[in-house]
């Protein structure tokens, strides 16, 4: 069952422009992950966020995570025609379920 | 090695036909996951192999057959489909700490599964 909702479902931005998706999910989690996917192949793991950390940084990507509001942002600086893709979040679930369960993902188009 | 491989990469198969998607891992990995994937939605779990055990199904048909041989290999045999389950199938790994998955899952490039 999907437990994170992407926001929004899509966007189209001019490449040097930065990029914000968003992420709410319902239950409690342990920890929550942003993956891409270009055009529907495998999925690429892009940065995991643990529940007692508030922001983190790799490369070009901040991702934020708020557990009092459930939700989660991406953040794309400078983005790129290769950014194209398709970004999901995913949680671990609650029990403490290890499994990734994805949202219904945000389809970024980065135009040249 | 941080590789997941998934065969074949694309495959067209008859409603009577029997068929095997394959997913091997060398990462050590003790988590493995397949998970399909239709146009434009997200990816959903099937099933969930732990220690080589199955460990979640999620409700999938029976035509849907999981098999894992060693820690490494995740198969899913394929028989009677219907053209509904045209779709991407992934097959996922991670480790394991305890009950909680506290790295990534590391995903295969998935294979394009044509029922006709």
């Known amino acids: 069952s999907q437990q994170g909702e992407e926001d929004p479902q899509a966007l189209s931005i001019q490449e040097g422009e930065n990029a914000t998706m968003n992420c709410s999910y319902k239950?409690?989690?342990?920890?929550l992950q942003w993956y891409r996917q270009n055009s529907g192949r495998g999925l690429v793991h892009l940065i995991l966020?643990?529940?007692?950390?508030r922001e983190k940084h790799s490369g070009r990507l901040r991702v934020t995570l708020d557990t009092s509001k459930k939700s989660s942002s991406l953040l794309i600086t400078a983005s790129r025609a290769a950014d194209t893709a398709s970004y999901f979040c995913?949680?671990?679930?609650?029990?403490?379920?290890?499994?990734?369960?994805f949202g219904r993902g945000t389809s970024l188009i980065v135009h040249p | 090695d941080t590789e997941v491989t998934q065969t074949p990469k694309h495959l067209v198969m008859g409603m009577t036909n029997k068929k095997s998607l394959k997913c091997e891992q060398h990462?050590?990995?003790?988590?493995m996951y397949w998970y399909k994937q239709k146009a434009k939605k997200p990816p959903e779990l099937m099933f969930v192999?732990?220690?080589?055990?199955?460990?979640i199904n999620e409700s999938v048909p029976s035509r849907f057959s999981p098999e894992c041989p060693n820690s490494s290999l995740l198969n899913l045999h394929l028989h009677a489909l219907q053209p509904e389950d045209s779709a991407l199938y992934l097959c996922?790994?991670?480790?394991?700490?305890?009950?909680?998955?506290?790295?990534?899952?590391?995903f295969g490039q998935g294979t394009r599964l044509t029922v006709v």
């Open positions: 192999y732990s220690y080589e055990k199955l460990s």
């Open positions: 966020i643990r529940s007692n950390e």
């Open positions: 239950t409690s989690i342990n920890n």
């Open positions: 995913a949680t671990d679930g609650s029990g403490g379920s290890y499994i990734p369960t």
């Open positions: 990462m050590g990995h003790r988590a």
């Open positions: 996922a790994s991670s480790s394991r700490g305890g009950t909680v998955m506290n790295t990534e899952a590391f």
